[in-house]
C-alpha cells in the first residue's frame, strides 16, 4: 500500500507538471516471412532487429 501511494502522488506530481507533451505516435508497419520464427515485437525499440540473436528458420 505504502508504493501504491507513493506511485499515485508521483502521477499526480507529473500530471501536474506536464514535463512533456506527445504531439504525436509512430505509426509503423512490420513484417517478416513466414519461415522466420522468434520475431517479437516491441514498440519501444524503432529497428525491428533489435533482438535478431534470438531470429531462426523454421522449416
Known amino acids: ?20 507533451l506527445p504531439m504525436f505516435q509512430y505509426a509503423t508497419v512490420r513484417g517478416h516471412k ?8 516491441n514498440i519501444n525499440v524503432r529497428i525491428d532487429s533489435w533482438d535478431v540473436a534470438t531470429w531462426y528458420w523454421n522449416k
Open 1 to 20: 500500500e505504502e508504493r501504491k501511494a507513493a506511485y499515485t502522488k508521483l502521477q499526480e506530481v507529473v500530471r501536474e507538471d506536464l514535463p512533456f
Open 34 to 41: 513466414s519461415d522466420v520464427a522468434g520475431v517479437v515485437p
